[in-house]
């Protein structure tokens, strides 16, 4: 199936332009390897996360007055889980 040309509303072309050049850069620093490019960006998405919830965990309740946790109930609705265990 070809790729179907961006929205309208997709980055502007200076952005793209920086994109482009962190894509060419990431895949010159795994030698290459495209597949080993996506795993180190998995890597450190995954680190990302991690950091992510434990500043949140460390933030005061009641400074952000809940947004968190409504946040996360709508990542999971978005999702399809209804955060049962």
């Not at 961006?6 to 482009?20: G, M, N, Q, R, S």
């Not at 460390?58 to 409504?70: A, C, Q, T």
């Given at each position: 199936?070809?790729?179907?040309?961006?929205?309208?509303?997709?980055?502007?072309?200076?952005?793209?332009?920086?994109?482009?050049?962190?894509v060419d850069q990431i895949i010159a620093d795994c030698?290459?390897?495209?597949?080993?490019?996506?795993?180190?960006?998995?890597?450190?998405?995954?680190?990302?996360?991690?950091?992510?919830?434990?500043?949140?965990?460390?933030?005061?309740?009641?400074?952000?007055?809940?947004?968190?946790?409504?946040?996360?109930?709508?990542?999971?609705?978005?999702?399809?889980h209804s955060g049962e265990r």
């Open positions: 199936m070809p790729l179907s040309a961006p929205p309208a509303h997709a980055t502007p072309p200076i952005e793209d332009a920086a994109l482009e050049a962190a030698d290459g390897n495209q597949r080993a490019a996506i795993r180190a960006l998995v890597v450190a998405t995954g680190f990302l996360e991690r950091e992510l919830d434990r500043v949140r965990a460390e933030v005061s309740h009641g400074f952000v007055r809940g947004r968190y946790d409504n946040l996360a109930h709508a990542e999971q609705l978005a999702s399809g």
